[in-house]
């Protein structure tokens, strides 16, 4: 008799579903927030794979040997908890560093956050999972207890009743998910130009990458008077082929005076983002447009 897997696929609640609450209905897909703006983007060039002769992209050092006789770690662009493709292979050091970035990437994307619930009749609290902040067809917001710890959900609620307060902490994204945003980004700059850059805005992207940080302030990619922000324009409508695509192209920031147009990644149905690399804006412009 073989063993049973004790290892659980985790449970995700399907995206178009619509629960009855109350009489209003609470829309499990992810919707824009209160800040966001409508816009478009257009593609010039995909991205496809590339490696680069041995060399990790990430630090430029040469790829070790894996015990299974490959080159480096497969990495995918971008990560593939958000629907990412492996299309280029980086060391293993590299490839582990981002592990918290990419998992609060994840968060942002899924706009969940990790929670805590307590109530006063039971010591300390009850690890609540992951919460979904969501909205009702009417337009309320609603919290969606996602995943396997509902439990100690269930346990603070039947203690609380219906008439004790019950407390919830809620963790919320740290602003990693921005590096794991570069990350991914710099890589398909990289597969588009097919090289590896040696520029000092290429060095800084790989700086902050490596160190998993932004400088202090208005995140940006680039240095000196070239530095521009690293804009994020998070994406809702990608779904079957196009929530895998990886291109380069532009999108319409709204602006006082017209639309402004920003180049740079799609990044499947994740985000779009700035073009990681500007000194190399012309360069990339031009492979893009000869598509």
């Given at each position: 008799m073989a063993k049973a897997n004790r290892k659980r696929k985790r449970r995700r609640l399907p995206d178009g579903l619509h629960v009855d609450?109350?009489?209003?209905?609470?829309?499990?897909t992810r919707q824009p927030g209160a800040g966001e703006?409508?816009?478009t983007a257009r593609a010039f060039r995909e991205v496809g794979y590339a490696d680069f002769g041995g060399i990790c992209p990430l630090c430029t050092g040469r790829l070790p040997h894996t015990p299974g006789g490959r080159l480096g770690s497969a990495e995918d662009v971008p990560p593939h908890a958000v629907g990412g493709t492996v299309r280029t292979r980086t060391c293993p050091d590299c490839n582990g560093?981002?592990?918290?970035?990419?998992?609060?990437?994840?968060?942002?994307?899924?706009?969940?956050?990790?929670?805590?619930?307590s109530t006063r009749s039971l010591p300390g609290f009850r690890n609540g999972g992951e919460v979904l902040l969501r909205r009702t067809t009417g337009g309320k917001f609603a919290l969606i207890v996602s995943g396997?710890?509902?439990?100690?959900?269930?346990?603070?609620?039947t203690a609380a009743g219906l008439s004790d307060q019950v407390t919830a902490m809620f963790t919320l994204p740290t602003g990693a998910w921005r590096v794991?945003?570069?990350?991914?980004?710099?890589?398909?700059a990289c597969i588009h130009l097919d090289d590896v850059p040696d520029t000092p805005d290429a060095d800084y992207a790989r700086d902050v990458i490596r160190s998993g940080a932004f400088a202090p302030g208005v995140p940006s990619v680039g240095v000196g008077e070239g530095a521009v922000p690293f804009r994020v324009f998070r994406r809702?409508?990608?779904?079957?082929?196009?929530?895998?695509?990886?291109?380069?192209?532009?999108?319409?920031?709204?602006?006082?005076?017209?639309?402004?147009?920003?180049?740079?990644?799609?990044?499947g149905a994740t985000a779009f983002v700035t073009w990681p690399i500007p000194d190399l804006r012309r360069m990339r412009i031009k492979l893009a447009l000869r598509s």
């Open positions: 609450v109350f009489g209003d209905h609470i829309d499990l703006l409508l816009t560093r981002s592990a918290a970035a990419e998992a609060d990437l994840v968060r942002w994307w899924a706009k969940g956050y990790s929670t805590r619930f396997r710890p509902v439990n100690g959900v269930h346990e603070v609620l794991a945003l570069l990350k991914a980004a710099y890589l398909a809702y409508d990608a779904d079957g082929a196009e929530a895998h695509r990886v291109w380069i192209g532009a999108a319409a920031l709204p602006w006082a005076g017209g639309d402004l147009p920003i180049f740079g990644v799609g990044l």
